[in-house]
């Protein structure tokens, strides 16, 4: 029955008891088809004991009771409830702005479903998405994981999937039951379900008063088998949603042939648990329109009015739904920190950027150091490496197996690992797969190490010089184009001006790099390194840039032109003829 008419019945709960005579009304109702014949019995002639009853029914049998009240000239009674009668009507039940019935929303907040936040943007292929793999729970238990980063959007996304009348009704008539678990232990994860089973039970009481209240379990063993004769036995066919599960053992707990839906950070979590499963991916961000809306909708304006910080705040962030709702909050607040809030993004100063009252961590850094907590101490390290990638570039694994002197195979597991907790990801268009971070997690990375960056460097370039002691790669793959093209940024950013020195004043690096990314990159790093360059020798940076202009259309051809011939054409003056002349001398010597 809905609030508001069950908030009635309550309120004239003691003029109704002790007014009416139960047994008139009954036979009404019993013709209605909202009581039985056995409950008849059990009430006959107790007004109260009906009003019991009725509060565990629904809109139909308050609408009947008003219809008794009236026939049986209970008027007065009968207009106490009248403000309260439940339109039921398709209109009605079409009525919520959410899109969900009053059904649907009786049976959410009975299982504890959250509501749509304040402001809310929908994102329909996502939800459908969802809505398609529970509809495969329709005729079997299983689980259905909804994966994605912190703050994607997941819980809001699962909480979204539920609101729908067919779905509830066809699937899961049992009802949906919503558990926020987060990041708990054994003994937590015990109270969790030790009230959950109390929910249950206590909801399976009201609707038959025959069926008792239990002790609440007092082992995890006790209480899976609790909640496994509970899904089982009172309410077949419901859906158990498991909000933000972080661990496999804890997933356990639940596996007990029921349907479940989970959200996550690691897609990985329900290989630990038996039965038919899929899996939805979250993206990481909203579309620029979905998320300027968001922000529109904050401060109450309208999207094409926005002023343009705003689009710059959702590049920014690439979409992320709580960045972009903890801003808007904010903005709510100080409608004019437009300029404010987007240097803050910038500058990553993440812990300037409050909580929204819906999320449950304190600010996005605390949202993203979670997520790498929960990795081992050893992963934990490997990732922090991760740092000194530069925003928008994706890597192979073999470039992390030099860096971290691994096997391609361990990394591979590694990567698979980040990957799942959602820490990282993984462009599969490409083979071998490339591997990239979100921008957040990157500036959260480089915020939380911001002192160790330089070191961070410095390893990078050691494990290069380490594997390629004997000269640099030279196949073209994707490793090999990562190090022309890097090598001297972590370089520069390791402060080892000293090797970035020797590196780029050296011919043979100049022809293989030109040999294989072309001339424009080595062109642009004598430019972009040109500060720290000239600290050593303006003069000789000068010959090889003067080399490199003058001869760039050269290198461009295929069949590569022979980079000696083309350097002794230099002034004998320049570093560049200088190392030219040695190295033909020495294949003179060569023969
Ligand atoms: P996750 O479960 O992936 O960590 P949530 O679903 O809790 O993320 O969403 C984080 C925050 O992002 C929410 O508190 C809400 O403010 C915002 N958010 C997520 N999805 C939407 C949406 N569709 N519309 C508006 N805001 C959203």
């Given at each position: 029955m809905e609030e508001g008419a069950r908030s009635c019945l309550l309120q004239s709960r003691s003029s109704l008891e002790q007014d009416i005579r139960a047994s008139y009304l009954m036979d009404h109702m019993i013709s209605d088809g909202v009581l039985t014949g056995d409950e008849e019995d059990r009430i006959r002639k107790q007004a109260a004991a009906l009003l019991e009853l009725l509060l565990r029914k629904d809109n139909q049998a308050y609408i009947s009771f008003y219809n008794a009240l009236v026939r049986e000239s209970y008027g007065d009674l009968a207009s106490l409830l009248h403000n309260s009668l439940p339109l039921v009507s398709p209109e009605a039940e079409k009525s919520f702005s959410d899109g969900g019935t009053r059904y649907v929303q009786a049976v959410l907040s009975e299982g504890g479903v959250p509501q749509r936040p304040v402001v809310f943007v929908s994102r329909p292929a996502l939800v459908n998405r969802v809505r398609e793999k529970l509809y495969r729970l329709q005729k079997e238990p299983g689980w259905v994981t909804v994966f994605g980063m912190a703050g994607s959007g997941k819980s809001v996304l699962a909480a979204e999937a539920v609101r729908d009348h067919a779905l509830i009704t066809e699937c899961f008539p049992g009802g949906v039951h919503w558990l926020s678990i987060g990041q708990l232990d054994r003994a937590d994860l015990l109270v969790r379900i030790q009230s959950l089973c109390f929910r249950l039970e206590q909801q399976s009481q009201e609707k038959d008063p025959s069926s008792s209240l239990h002790r609440p379990p007092g082992s995890l063993e006790e209480a899976k088998e609790r909640l496994r004769f509970l899904m089982l036995r009172?309410?077949?066919?419901s859906l158990l949603i498991l909000d933000d599960i972080w661990d496999s053992s804890v997933l356990r707990a639940f596996d007990i042939q029921c349907r479940v839906m989970l959200t996550t950070?690691?897609?990985?979590?329900?290989?630990?648990v038996s039965g038919f499963k899929s899996e939805v991916a979250v993206e990481s961000g909203l579309e620029e329109d979905q998320a300027l809306e968001i922000l529109a909708l904050y401060v109450n304006g309208k999207p094409q009015r926005l002023p343009e910080q705003a689009r710059s705040i959702v590049r920014e962030c690439k979409g992320s739904p709580l960045v972009v709702s903890l801003i808007g909050a904010l903005l709510r607040e100080f409608p004019d920190r437009w300029a404010y809030y987007l240097h803050t993004l910038q500058q990553k100063k993440?812990?300037?950027?409050?909580?929204?009252?819906?999320?449950?961590?304190?600010a996005l850094d605390q949202a993203m150091a979670a997520s790498i907590q929960v990795l081992s101490e050893e992963h934990r390290e490997l990732y922090i490496d991760l740092t000194v990638l530069e925003k928008d570039v994706k890597v192979p694994a073999k470039v992390l197996s030099v860096l971290w002197d691994l096997e391609p195979e361990e990394v591979e597991d590694v990567l698979q690992d980040f990957v799942n907790k959602s820490l990282l990801f993984r462009d599969c268009h490409h083979r071998p797969y490339l591997y990239y971070l979100h921008d957040l997690q990157l500036d959260f990375l480089a915020e939380m190490n911001r002192s160790g960056l330089e070191s961070l460097h410095t390893k990078v370039v050691r494990q290069y010089q380490q594997r390629y002691s004997q000269g640099?790669?030279?196949?073209?793959d994707e490793e090999c184009l990562y190090w022309f093209r890097f090598l001297t940024y972590h370089m520069a950013k390791a402060n080892l001006t000293q090797e970035l020195y020797s590196l780029m004043f050296s011919l043979d690096w100049v022809r293989t790099k030109a040999q294989i990314m072309g001339p424009a990159h080595l062109i642009n790093d004598y430019v972009e390194y040109g500060a720290i360059l000239d600290k050593e020798n303006s003069e000789v940076r000068g010959h090889f840039q003067e080399f490199l202009s003058l001869n760039g259309h050269q290198l461009e051809q295929r069949p590569f032109p022979d980079v000696v011939q083309l350097a002794l054409?230099?002034?004998?003056?320049s570093e560049v003829y200088r190392q030219a002349l040695l190295q033909a001398q020495e294949r003179a010597t060569r023969g």
């Open positions: 009172r309410y077949p066919r950070r690691d897609r990985s979590l329900a290989d630990c993440f812990k300037r950027i409050r909580k929204s009252s819906s999320y449950d961590y304190d640099p790669p030279t196949s073209g054409s230099q002034p004998d003056s």
